[in-house]
């Protein structure tokens, strides 16, 4: 069994065309299959373990709840990981704006080994990454809806709260 040995939010691996298997996806890097797999951290490992439980029928919509501590002073306070429907999330951006500034265009990478992916969050505060993550495994699994919403950790927590009761509510709506 493959077993991702970085990362605390690892549930699936991507087969590349050359047969390499990988976390995370570089932007618009085509794969042939996926596998949910097994992680170092113990902690995916319980959660995996109940959350497989939802795959048959998946959950219609999942939100994915982090908060980041890399986001530097003046780039904006939050920012989101969707995969699709940008035009539907692109309208709870907009109500979030009015609570605190969106991260905006700024690059990022992700290392695994000797493997390094480059994205960045764009103009309108998403990234595009298919990353492994359980929001990633829920979306290929068929979740209409998949969202990983973050937050800076230096936010207010008023403000942290404000804005997931906000996607809270805001997804719930659409199912």
Excluded at 81 to 104: H, N, P, Q, S, W
Aim: aromatic share 12%.
């Amino acid at each position: 069994m493959f077993v991702l040995l970085y990362g605390n939010n690892n549930f699936l691996c991507s087969q590349l065309e050359n047969g390499e298997w990988v976390g995370t996806l570089n932007p618009g890097q085509n794969y042939v299959k996926y596998k949910i797999i097994d992680s170092a951290a113990k902690e995916v490992r319980y959660l995996k373990r109940d959350v497989l439980k939802y795959q048959s029928p998946v959950p219609q919509a999942v939100l994915d709840i982090h908060q980041d501590d890399n986001v530097k002073d003046g780039d904006g306070n939050f920012y989101a990981y969707i995969f699709d429907k940008r035009e539907i999330y692109l309208k709870i951006m907009k109500k979030l704006a009015k609570i605190t500034d969106v991260c905006k265009n700024i690059e990022a990478t992700n290392t695994e080994g000797n493997r390094t992916v480059s994205y960045r969050i764009d103009d309108d505060g998403f990234i595009f990454l298919h990353d492994g993550s359980i929001t990633d495994m829920f979306y290929r699994l068929g979740s209409e809806f998949a969202v990983c919403a973050e937050t800076n950790t230096d936010l207010p927590l008023e403000k942290v709260c404000q804005i997931n009761l906000i996607w809270i509510k805001e997804l719930i709506k659409l199912i």
